[in-house]
């Protein structure tokens, strides 16, 4: 069993609707739950952080935790075109141990059309 | 404030030729990453250096060297290119006390 599984898509949705996007994991350990978006031919840029479990909010974009289940969410609302993009997840123990490396789902690609 | 660079955007080479990837960062961060980005594999880290005078074997360091010039840039090194190392290639830093990393921009490697 991989570390982090993410479905790779593609995942195509009309402007304006609700976008869920996920990763399950099975290292108990992790702690530190990231979402990186990547424009297509860009470096990943970091979208949400969030620590342990529970959700957090900025803007359109809703970050979600269940460590219970080992499983995390993103959710866009009101998708633009814009938002058109791959979608990373990544995650950390914070532990130290291993040297803060960030183990990284493979990647969702999104597409909002107009 | 550039954050993280990445020279040469892109490059070809042919088997068996050598070069050098650059990156700089001007976030002061201690750590930093070499990470190679192929299609349905995501992203697999190669190097990593955790402070300044250090580094250490990822999960696909075979084919590569690196070095930590400084606190500033970490160079990747392929000695004699193989087809298999066509790839996106990304550098990150990351400041101490935090998990989250930031990537420069890639550089395209082609090799024939």
């Known amino acids: 069993q991989k570390e982090v599984e993410q479905d790779p898509g593609p995942l195509s949705v009309p402007e304006g609707a609700i976008v869920s996007l996920n990763c399950t994991y099975s290292?108990?350990?992790?702690?530190?739950f990231m979402w990186y978006r990547q424009y297509s031919r860009k470096g990943p840029e970091l979208l949400m952080y969030?620590?342990?479990?529970g959700n957090k909010e900025d803007g359109r974009f809703t970050a979600q935790v269940d460590k219970s289940s080992k499983y995390i969410s993103l959710f866009i609302r009101d998708s633009q075109p814009s938002d058109s993009a791959t979608y990373l997840c990544?995650?950390?123990?914070?532990?130290?141990?291993?040297?803060?490396?960030?183990?990284f789902g493979k990647g969702t690609l999104l597409t909002v059309n107009p | 404030n550039a954050g993280v660079t990445q020279t040469p955007k892109f490059q070809v080479l042919k088997t068996g030729q050598s070069m050098t990837l650059q990156c700089a960062q001007d976030?002061?961060?201690?750590?930093m990453y070499w990470y190679r980005q192929d299609p349905g594999m995501g992203l697999r880290l190669i190097y990593y250096?955790?402070?300044?005078?250090?580094?250490d074997k990822g999960e696909v360091p075979n084919g590569y060297n690196v070095s930590r010039l400084n606190k500033r840039e970490f160079s990747l090194r392929l000695e004699s290119a193989a087809p298999s190392q066509t790839s996106v290639y990304f550098c990150?830093?990351?400041?101490?006390?935090?998990?989250?990393?930031?990537f420069g921009p890639g550089t395209r490697l082609l090799v024939l």
């Open positions: 990150a830093t990351r400041a101490g006390g935090q998990e989250t990393q930031y």
């Open positions: 290292n108990s350990a992790f702690q530190y």
């Open positions: 969030t620590y342990s479990s």
């Open positions: 990544a995650m950390s123990g914070g532990d130290g141990g291993s040297n803060y490396k960030l183990t």
């Open positions: 976030m002061n961060h201690n750590s």
């Open positions: 250096s955790a402070s300044e005078g250090t580094t």
